[in-house]
């Protein structure tokens, strides 16, 4: 700073400079007493505007970088997430997906896909795309389970046409489009075998509509329908002046009906027993195949047998064992990337457990402690950066100007550098 100041003086002037002087007058009394008094005399208002703000220069530029620092937290700002950059639109896209409803899961896709595809931050825009495609595929895969067929494919049909995993969803929609039509023609087979009085036809057609995949057809439909045959079997059986119609199978199942069911039920019970058997054997080994082959089995077992709860209970307790198998890898790896200092790493690999698995909730409890910490690295950042730009070494002190000595007393004076015109005053003044 000082030697700056030294600098500055020479360009506008020292105090010498500013004193009219010539080597002709050298030996006047009168302009040498001009001359020493003129030297005493206090600066210019120039070289004072000029030195105040050297001295402010460095303390402004504290100040502005200062400012620059406090903006903590650099947490990216979603309102026009489409206009920043692609790893703020990665993190704005997972703060929507967080919502978990379809609309933001939808929104979410279409922030993401809008990554440049040369981008190196596209192929993780992608993985989180198709995970909650996905997601909105099971959102919809309930509705259909539960027979809302309409509401299904309306969710289904969120996943945006522009993404490459809308091609499953359209193969998704037309099995499930294939499956309900089929379910109704046998459901109306049956009641028109109902309604002839043909109960061995009407039981087959029931136990078809059991091997459907969906749970609204195997058991609120199904029950539905044994309810009209058996309403059906009551008013013959009471109906004394109608004679009873029973249609002999090429099984040959017993004349009487009420027989035949309960032979039926017996069958059935016994089926679904070792089903339930082969199921918890094949789960014993405990591998991820075992478990699924297991799950396959047990979702065989009819409801309204005494075996069908029992089945219901060991397949949730499978497909958590099942889950749990195939995303504990992801959370190790998850683990391992946040020790060595990755935490985006980490928290790219724990996203890779999907919403509603069974390992979700510790997924994103680690996911969130992971960009807790990944926040306050940053902060601490720039908490050091600012530290350093701030701190009292960093702005330099003005030099004290010696004050000048009121007498007459002769000293020895130096012009170190004088300006252009003005030589410098060597020896004693007298």
Same mark, same amino acid.
């Given at each position: ?9 020479r ?55 200062l ?26 896209a997972?703060?929507?997906a ?11 896709i ?13 192929? !993780?825009? &992608? =993985?989180?795309?198709?995970?909650? @495609? *996905? ?7 309930? #509705? ?5 067929l ?36 046998l ?45 059906a ?36 019970? !016994?089926? &679904? =027993?070792?089903?339930?058997?082969? @199921? *918890? ?7 991820? #195949? ?5 799950i ?67 997924a ?9 910490q ?10 050091a ?13 003005a030099?004290?100007i ?12 130096r ?15 007298n």
């Amino acid at each position: 700073m000082q030697g700056r100041l030294r600098s500055l003086i020479r360009i506008v002037g020292s105090p010498m400079s500013l004193v009219p002087h010539h080597p002709s007058d050298a030996s006047s009394d009168r302009n040498l007493e001009f001359t020493t008094s003129a030297r005493r005399r206090p600066w210019g208002w120039q070289s004072w505007v000029v030195v105040s703000g050297l001295l402010i220069l460095p303390a402004g530029v504290a100040f502005f970088a200062l400012t620059e620092l406090m903006q903590i937290p650099a947490v990216p700002q979603c309102f026009n997430a489409r206009q920043s950059p692609p790893s703020h639109q990665i993190y704005c896209a997972e703060q929507l997906a967080s919502k978990h409803d379809t609309e933001s899961l939808r929104r979410a896709i279409l922030l993401a896909n809008a990554i440049d595809r040369k981008h190196p931050l596209r192929d !993780e825009g &992608d =993985r989180l795309i198709n995970i909650w @495609a *996905q997601e909105i595929l099971r959102r919809a895969e309930a #509705e259909f389970q539960n027979g809302n067929l309409q509401g299904a494919i309306d969710i289904a049909q969120q996943v945006p046409s522009r993404i490459r995993p809308y091609q499953q969803v359209q193969q998704t929609v037309q099995a499930w489009e294939d499956l309900w039509q089929t379910a109704e023609e046998l459901y109306q087979q049956g009641q028109t075998a109902i309604e002839q009085e043909e109960w061995y036809e009407a039981l087959s057609v029931g136990r078809r509509l059991l091997q459907l995949d969906n749970r609204y057809w195997t058991t609120e439909r199904y029950r539905e329908l044994m309810r009209q045959l058996q309403v059906a079997r009551d008013n013959q059986k009471n109906n004394k002046n109608k004679p009873k119609i029973a249609q002999s199978p090429p099984s040959a199942p017993p004349a009487n009906v009420e027989d035949f069911l309960s032979q039926w039920e017996r069958e059935q019970e !016994e089926e &679904d =027993r070792s089903r339930l058997q082969r @199921a *918890q054997q094949q789960a014993q080994s405990g591998d991820v #195949e075992a478990l699924k082959a297991a799950i396959a089995e047990a979702q065989g077992i009819l409801y309204g047998t005494d075996s069908y709860d029992t089945a219901q209970q060991a397949i949730a307790q499978w497909r958590q064992q099942m889950e749990t198998l195939e995303d504990r890898p992801y959370i190790e790896r998850a683990q391992q990337l946040a020790n060595q200092g990755d935490l985006q790493g980490a928290i790219s690999e724990a996203s890779n457990v999907s919403w509603g698995r069974a390992l979700y909730g510790e997924a994103r409890g680690y996911i969130d402690t992971w960009r807790d910490q990944a926040y306050q690295q940053e902060a601490q950042r720039r908490n050091a950066e600012m530290e350093r730009i701030i701190r009292p070494s960093a702005i330099p002190a003005a030099t004290p100007i010696p004050a000048q000595s009121t007498t007459s007393t002769p000293t020895t004076q130096r012009n170190p550098s004088p300006s252009p015109g003005v030589p410098a005053i060597d020896g004693p003044v007298n």
